[in-house]
């Protein structure tokens, strides 16, 4: 009989709180992430406060702390143009501090974000000279209601009833340590990023798992994880939960292939895929344009119709691809013809030729998603084999490509390049 998996509580349902960082897209670095502001946070916002610098470059040092990715230095955030730094700071702002704070995308609102994070800084400040008084009392009373037996109490019976007293008393502690938690609320929980849970130590013991189950699930998902790497899957690693990890069958590397190829299949075939595709296709004007054609590719996906599904997948990967260039001013379209953008905007010239960008192949070359992981992960598996591929079955040298695994494949990446162009035209999480 199997066994009925134990639910555990998730860290959002223990801590109620929801740890997303601040997303800005930018033509350059894709996806830049900005870290929320915590407790630990102030004491170098002080600090940089002290240093009378100029406006723009406390705008710069804020960014270069507050960064999560891409990997850049100072100095590059440093040479960044004013509308840039400028949308940076200000989405930042109004993440954090001030959801109503409105300025111009250029150097005009450094001086406007400086001022508005040192009022708000002071304004905290007072908040915790009112909250330390009264907070210090609780803790006094939450400490005052810990004793415990003597030493030689516990010798003679250690688990008996001399620890009664102890839990008993661990509990009234608990009452005024949740009070402390409610004083806690507001916007200096929000700033140290974690709320102050109410404890009921009875389910949350009851709830968490032995340390042996962890270390087996972890460890399971870790396997997993490099088993969808190995197969050609690593561009979806973001798109799983741990739950589904540790849903792949344990079946040795012979055979690995396979099982990987049919959980994934199973996924994609599901009603539960199709309604996802189809939701982030009506957020995207862009990629929705293509919604006929994807739907009739996943039908034939399927109805197991794989080579009716793949020639069709395999147009709209390089059409969604060629997409995410032109939305990230990487290239132009102009007379029918793509052609490929320098960094700084204007069009790519060799031998005084505008370079036009023609196939697969030299769509990805060109592209530079190096602070956009997932971007970085989808190049990297168009060209460690789809792009031959692709190239042997539209050009009618392969009849043999009609296999499940690379109809999956595509199907994959057109999920995630649609989910990512919705994300850039809404400004979202993909």
């Known amino acids: 009989m199997k066994r009925k998996p134990k639910k555990y509580l998730t860290r959002e349902q223990i801590l109620r709180v929801k740890d997303r960082p601040v997303r800005i897209r930018s033509h350059r670095y894709g996806q830049i992430r900005l870290k929320h502001l915590a407790v630990l946070d102030l ?15 406390f705008c710069t040092h804020l960014i270069n702390h507050q960064i999560v990715s891409p990997d850049i230095t100072l100095d590059e ?18 993440s954090e501090i001030n959801s109503d704070f409105k300025a111009e995308q250029n150097a005009s609102a450094f001086g406007l974000v400086e001022g508005e994070i040192q009022s708000f800084i002071k304004e905290q400040l007072k908040q915790l000279q009112d909250f330390a008084a009264p907070a210090r009392q609780l803790m ?23 620890m009664t007293p102890v839990f008993e008393q661990l509990s009234t502690a608990t009452a005024q340590l949740s009070k402390v938690g409610e004083i806690l609320g507001g916007n200096i929980a929000r700033m140290a990023a974690v709320r102050a849970p109410t404890f009921d130590f009875g389910k949350l013991v009851q709830s968490l798992p032995r340390l042996s189950e962890l270390l087996e699930n972890a460890e399971r998902v870790e396997e997993a994880k490099k088993a969808l790497e190995t197969e050609g899957f690593s561009f979806t690693g973001h798109v799983w939960a741990d739950v589904f990890y540790q849903s792949l069958p344990e079946y040795g590397p012979r055979i690995q292939a396979a099982a990987v190829t049919n959980k994934l299949l199973a996924v994609t075939r599901s009603n539960t895929f199709e309604s996802s595709l189809a939701s982030s296709l009506r957020q995207s004007t862009i990629a929705g344009k293509r919604s006929e054609v994807v739907f009739a590719a996943l039908k034939a996906h399927g109805n197991r119709d794989y080579i009716l599904s793949i020639p069709v997948l395999l147009s709209q990967v390089e059409g969604l691809f060629t997409d995410a260039l032109i939305l990230n001013d990487m290239a132009i379209k102009s007379g029918g013809n793509i052609y490929a953008r320098e960094s700084d905007g204007t069009i790519k010239k060799e031998r005084g030729q505008k370079v036009r960008l023609t196939g697969l192949h030299g769509k990805v070359q060109h592209s530079r998603y190096r602070g956009e992981e997932v971007m970085r992960t989808i190049c990297g598996t168009l060209l460690n084999g789809i792009v031959g591929t692709r190239n042997a079955i539209l050009h009618g040298s392969s009849t043999k490509y009609g296999k499940a695994k690379l109809s999956v494949q595509l199907t994959l990446l057109i999920y995630v390049l649609v989910k990512e162009l919705a994300a850039f035209e809404t400004g979202g999480k993909p």
Do not use: M
């Open 43 to 57: 004491d170098f916002v002080g600090k940089l406060a002290k240093k009378r610098l100029s406006a723009r470059d």
């Open 77 to 94: 955030i440093t040479a960044w143009p004013d509308r840039l730094l400028a949308r940076a700071v200000t989405a930042w702002i109004q």
């Open 140 to 162: 006094k009373n939450f400490l005052s209601h810990i004793t415990f037996p003597d030493v030689s109490d516990l010798t003679n019976n250690i688990v008996g009833a001399s």
